[in-house]
């Protein structure tokens, strides 16, 4: 019900076993939705616990329990013009930065249908990175109340606006779909006002299918930018030549960023297993990191319990700095204080390891309802993927969150 699959076949998982939907003119529209209904809670106070790094509050310290951490809406129209041309547009509203539901595009392309198996879309589409990248925000397809966020919840890039391809291959049983994509991304989305910019975008992608297993490869590069600069790098450069070697190494200033990542599932129907690895390389002080998952579940009528284990660690969290003992004594203090902020910058990079045990109860048509708990314990120095840490809070301990939410499509 929720094995994890192609974008093809996304519209019949999601409104092809009993959703109905609006026929507009003749047939040549339809119009689906989806969404989910959720609350968190988490037992550190002193720091939030979120799903995306663009979310500007969560669960702990700006709520006791939260509503904004999962719940969403979305919409998507599909227009068949000809058996050839088709287009859609998909809407999606989820707490933004500015603690708004103000609706996002999600997709938003034309799609030329070459052959049978060849295809090439125009405009905006998701980057198929991970293995349900297509559909991680319809709660309904995924077993999980949320992707794991070792992986899923540190990606810096997951839209492409451009021109990509799928072509689909045949080899006896193995069905293979090899894609690729080119183009450029901005987002503006984020609560401390920045702006990032992902130009000269490329990605290749590969997911094969034999039987009940699916492998999938994916490679993405791009030149990336984050705007305004943080001011901590424009008073490094005021050191002379190491300063500006230390900005240089962690401004975010049109730094090729790359992704990695390698998956596989196996799902014969009363059971699942999947796992993900991820390397993300952002050459800057966002740093190098590595993600991976393991999960697994059972499927007993209409309730599917499952286990998952995640973890992200970074490179280094930490730099020297500048060489105190090179500077003149009246810029010691200065430089102590800026070498200070730096590693508080390093220091906050997601380090974490996380146990997650939930169930799915599919209690009505295109309904279900999930529990989960998450028992995180964050690396040493690090606070993990939380955010809007507070001066009580302590890295490096451990966090339990829960978690209930009722995904729908319709």
Request: aromatic share 12%; charged share 15%; net charge neutral.
């Amino acid at each position: 019900m929720f094995k994890p699959i192609t974008i093809a076949a996304l519209a019949a998982a999601l409104y092809g076993s009993g959703a109905q939907a609006v026929e507009l003119g003749a047939g040549m529209f339809s119009f689906n939705g989806f969404g989910t209904l959720g609350v968190v809670h988490s037992s550190e106070d002193q720091a939030d616990f979120t799903s995306s790094f663009s979310q500007p509050n969560g669960a702990g310290y700006s709520h006791e329990w939260s509503a904004d951490v999962d719940s969403r809406i979305g919409a998507q129209l599909t227009a068949n013009f000809t058996p050839k041309i088709s287009a859609v547009i998909q809407l999606i509203a989820q707490q933004n930065y500015d603690n708004s539901y103000r609706p996002s595009i999600e997709w938003a392309n034309i799609k030329y249908q070459f052959t049978q198996d060849f295809d090439v879309r125009i405009g905006r589409v998701v980057l198929p990175v991970f293995l349900v990248s297509d559909f991680r925000k319809v709660g309904y397809t995924n077993p999980w109340v949320r992707p794991p966020l070792g992986v899923y919840g540190v990606e810096p890039i997951t839209n492409n606006d451009g021109v990509d391809f799928r072509y689909r291959l045949h080899l006896g049983e193995v069905i293979s779909t090899l894609g690729g994509t080119y183009g450029r991304t901005y987002r503006s989305n984020y609560p401390a006002g920045q702006s990032s910019e992902a130009k000269d975008l490329w990605g290749i992608f590969d997911s094969t299918e034999y039987g009940a297993a699916l492998f999938h490869l994916s490679y993405v590069a791009a030149h990336t930018s984050l705007q305004p600069s943080i001011a901590l790098f424009d008073a490094f450069r005021e050191f002379g030549p190491q300063g500006i070697a230390i900005a240089d190494k962690y401004e975010l200033l049109d730094k090729l960023a790359t992704i990695m990542a390698i998956g596989a599932s196996y799902d014969p129907g009363k059971w699942f297993a999947m796992g993900e690895w991820t390397r993300i390389n952002t050459r800057s002080f966002v740093g190098l990191s590595t993600g991976w998952y393991v999960s697994g579940g059972y499927r007993i009528a209409k309730f599917t319990p499952y286990l998952t284990y995640s973890a992200v660690t970074v490179q280094t969290t930490s730099d020297p700095g500048l060489n105190l003992s090179a500077l003149p004594p009246f810029l010691v203090g200065t430089a102590t204080a800026l070498n200070a902020g730096l590693n508080e910058v390093l220091g906050m990079r997601p380090v974490q390891r996380t146990l997650s045990a939930g169930s799915r109860w599919d209690f009505a048509k295109n309904v279900d309802l999930k529990l989960q708990c998450d028992h995180i314990r964050l690396g040493p120095g690090s606070p993990g993927t939380l955010i809007n840490t507070q001066p009580g809070f302590r890295p490096g301990g451990t966090v339990n969150v829960f978690s209930a939410t009722i995904d729908f499509v319709f």
